[in-house]
């Protein structure tokens, strides 16, 4: 799974290094799958089927811009312009073992509220990966999350949570980025290996989907960030498997 997640984390850094004003999300993903060809794996979003669109999906990558929180298709027709943030979600499958991230990367200059949006979202992912330790809960991640985006007053996407992950792109447990109490608690092992994966909207947590069915934007049309990390529990703590 380490393997799998430098991978990851490799072709992220690529694709950072792309965003530009002019640049097409279609400019990312040729560039990401390129990459995972040329290391020898597999995509693990191309062709992942969804039961609620009813399809496969069809890209490497999910860019979702501006408004957009999660699951948006690169397009040659969707031009990045500066001022603009773009969320870059990927997967890949190495020998048998999965790798997930998501970053979001600003287009030049941003304005100072997204520049804070960015800002909380990924010292939330921080603060929950702190809490992935042998002997915690369920609950200490995402109450983690939970009171550090509500502290600076965004809003927490809840449709839409993180998740065990190995063999398999989509374990249990899931992992949602609140306390939901209707859901269980379970205690954390060494040996678990968990997708944290805040998404926070600057404005209301609610989403819809767009007409292409697979998109989440906000309700409101406030912008979205989006951050990932895979996170190994080991005795000697959190070991973050998509990053050095």
Same mark, same amino acid.
């Given at each position: $799974?380490?393997?799998?997640? $430098?991978?990851?984390?490799?072709?992220?850094?690529?694709? #950072?290094?792309?965003?530009?004003?002019?640049?097409? @999300? $279609?400019?990312?993903?040729? #560039? &990401? /799958?390129?990459?995972?060809?040329?290391?020898?794996?597999?995509?693990?979003?191309?062709?992942?089927?969804?039961?609620?669109?009813?399809?496969?999906?069809?890209?490497?990558?999910?860019?979702?811009? !501006?408004? /957009?929180?999660?699951?948006?298709?690169?397009?040659?027709?969707?031009?990045?312009?500066?001022?603009?943030?773009?969320?870059? *979600? @990927?997967?890949? #499958?190495? !020998?048998?073992?999965?790798? *997930?991230?998501?970053?979001?990367?600003?287009?030049?200059?941003? &304005?100072?509220?997204?520049?804070?949006?960015?800002?909380? @979202?990924?010292? =939330?992912?921080?603060? =929950?990966?702190?809490?992935?330790? %042998?002997? !915690? +809960?369920?609950? *200490?991640?995402?109450? &983690?999350?939970?009171?550090?985006?509500?502290?600076?007053?965004?809003?927490?996407?809840?449709?839409?949570?993180?998740?065990?992950?190995?063999?398999?792109?989509?374990? /249990?447990?899931?992992?949602?980025?609140?306390?939901? +109490?209707?859901?269980?608690?379970?205690?954390?092992?060494?040996?678990?290996?968990? =997708?944290?994966?805040? $998404?926070? !909207?600057?404005?209301?947590? #609610?989403?819809?989907?767009?007409? *292409?069915?697979?998109?989440?934007?906000?309700?409101?049309?406030?912008?979205? =960030?989006?951050? /990932?990390?895979?996170? %190994?529990?080991?005795?000697?703590?959190?070991?973050?498997? @998509?990053?050095?």
């Amino acid at each position: $799974m380490r393997a799998a997640g $430098m991978l990851v984390y490799s072709i992220l850094k690529r694709v #950072e290094s792309m965003v530009a004003d002019g640049v097409t @999300t $279609m400019d990312l993903e040729v #560039e &990401a /799958e390129r990459m995972m060809r040329d290391a020898g794996a597999r995509p693990a979003f191309k062709n992942y089927y969804v039961p609620a669109v009813g399809q496969r999906y069809k890209y490497v990558l999910c860019t979702s811009v !501006n408004d /957009e929180i999660v699951h948006g298709p690169p397009s040659a027709k969707r031009v990045l312009k500066t001022g603009d943030i773009v969320s870059v *979600d @990927t997967g890949v #499958e190495l !020998n048998g073992w999965y790798g *997930d991230s998501a970053i979001t990367i600003p287009v030049g200059e941003v &304005a100072p509220q997204i520049r804070r949006l960015l800002d909380v @979202t990924k010292e =939330a992912l921080e603060l =929950a990966i702190d809490q992935t330790r %042998a002997g !915690n +809960r369920l609950f *200490d991640i995402c109450g &983690a999350v939970e009171r550090h985006v509500t502290a600076n007053g965004f809003g927490i996407v809840r449709e839409f949570v993180g998740h065990g992950i190995g063999s398999q792109l989509h374990e /249990e447990p899931q992992v949602p980025n609140y306390v939901d +109490r209707k859901n269980e608690n379970p205690r954390l092992k060494e040996g678990m290996v968990l =997708a944290l994966e805040p $998404m926070v !909207n600057a404005g209301s947590p #609610e989403s819809h989907n767009k007409a *292409d069915r697979w998109t989440a934007c906000s309700k409101d049309g406030s912008w979205s =960030a989006h951050f /990932e990390h895979c996170v %190994a529990i080991t005795a000697d703590g959190p070991w973050v498997l @998509t990053r050095p």
